[in-house]
């Protein structure tokens, strides 16, 4: 016989069913999972944060990241983050080295090891860092400091050497300009880098070639006159002036070269050598100004040796103007000197031999490092071998 469940029965049945439910889904989670930034909404009824992991068939390694941890309990409304750890492969300044990062592009991690935005890379900053990994190849940039004919401002390149750091940094070259360190060094973080700046300006000056006083013997006029046969001219000329230029600033002046243009005509005076006329005394039959030369220098070679520094000496004949206005004469005993004021006497003594000579200064010079006089051919030949060309001297100012 079958039973019969009476209706208020049944119905306390259901009841009960549905207030089991309702309690169930009352204890139910709404939480939200990310992995790699993409979010996930889940419902669960899981205590723990690895509890939920292992029922939506996440695996997190060793080098990944979760928060809050695994076994952190969880609340309605929790939020948990998954970030899975990537092997970035740098080659940073030549130097290699592997890190593993939960960064999702390049960016995040060059922003972790400080690297500039000037550096110069193999991948865009913006590369994203796939499950893969990414390898990237970096050159640094380099804070410096770039000083150009005296002027300084600071330039972060990726550049390796000098001369690349020039080149970015649009300085151009010349080859009288001069770089501190050289152009082969490499670039390193707070170096200075200085450009001498060098130019020479070439210029031009007229100058008068002074004439010279030539003196005639003639018997056609009494002993004791004179007279001017002809008059003198001063020749034309051109100086050629080179000025040294420095960061924009002049540091020398010198003068290279005289070119002659018109050469210039000698007095001619003649001197009388005839007998003397009773009826007139003798007399000059011009009052023109004669030209005088400077005193005579000495071709003595048993004067004492000269008592002062020592140098080097060269020697020169090529026909010129000297820098006092003189035609340079390779047989007379004159030198050349930077600073001595001219016609100054100098005694110069060959230590070797120990010959002396005075010379007198009309010229300035010479222009090569580490020598102190110019002779002339005729001075160096007096105490040296003038198949030489240059010799060890001591020298005295008289």
Known sequence: MRKVIPLAIAGGVLVASGGVFGAAQALAKDIEVSQDGVPMSVRTWDSTVGDVLDKQGIIVGERDLVAPGRDEKITDGQQISVRYGREVRLTIDGQSENLWTTALTLDEVLA????RDESRMSASRNAPIGREGL?????TAKMTTLVVAG?????ITPAT???ELLKEAAVELTPEDDTDPSLETPVTEGMTVTVTK???RETTKPVDIPFETVRKKTSELPAGTEKVQTEGVPGKGVEVW???MENREAVGNERTATRVEKQPVNKVVLVGTGKSSNSAPSARTSSAPERTSAPAASRSENLTPANGASCVASNYWQGQMTANGERFDPSAMTAAHKTLPFNSRVKVTNPKNGKSVIVRINDRGPYVGGRCLDL???AFAQIGDTSQGVMTVTYEVL
């Open 112 to 115: 972790e090891r400080s690297i």
């Open 151 to 155: 002027e300084s401002r600071d330039f």
């Open 198 to 200: 060098r130019e020479n």
């Open 161 to 163: 050497t000098v001369e």
């Open 135 to 139: 390898t990237v190849e970096i050159q």
């Open 376 to 378: 002339s051919r005729s």
């Open 242 to 244: 080179v000025e040294r």
